[in-house]
């Protein structure tokens, strides 16, 4: 059951990396021209897998200086974002780790340092930044919630794994 529900959860990951995790849409459409872009930008949706991409596209004018309103200490925002590639190649690490040893302490440790690491630290960015300051409207949507529920469900079985697997073991008087 817990390897079915790791599965289940690594595979949710990897599918909600392609559907929509941001949208940005033009609050002032002449603001947003003249500021961010020479032709402007109505609408973008952006998944974990487009949005390296459009960072270090034509059009990533209105998301980094974005990125530079929110959190002016950001260096390399652009080079960085391919890291979001890493995601599903951290849910399938996850994944084959427990499928292969759903017994080892130490796997089920680093499964639980992994999703409760990147879901905490994902939260804890997500409220320290100040979309006030911003003349887009910016929203998130389903395939980041996702991700990030999925990551902290993860690193809660491993939890409660490591509880039973620590609980199992006969102990030596």
């Keep these: 059951m817990y390897k079915l529900l790791i599965f289940i959860l690594s595979a949710a990951i990897i599918v909600s990396f392609f559907l929509p995790w941001f949208n940005i849409e033009q609050a002032q459409a002449g603001a947003v021209k003249r500021v961010f872009t020479k032709e402007g930008l109505y609408f973008v949706e ?46 399938a690490g996850i994944y084959l780790g427990i499928k292969k040893k759903p017994d080892s302490i130490i796997i089920n440790f680093l499964v639980a340092c992994l999703g409760l690491g990147i879901s905490v630290f994902t939260l804890y960015k997500l409220s320290t930044v100040n979309l006030d300051k911003i003349i887009v409207r910016f929203e998130i949507q389903q395939g980041f919630w996702i991700t990030v529920i999925s990551f902290f469900a993860i690193g809660v079985l491993g939890l409660l794994r490591i509880n039973f697997l620590y609980n199992r073991k006969p102990k030596r008087d």
């Design 46 to 91: 952006l998944s974990g897998f487009k949005m390296p991409l459009f960072m270090n596209g034509r059009d990533s004018g209105l998301i980094l200086d974005l990125i530079k309103t929110v959190n002016p200490n950001a260096r390399q925002a652009a080079e960085k974002s391919y890291l979001l590639w890493l995601v599903p190649v951290i849910a």
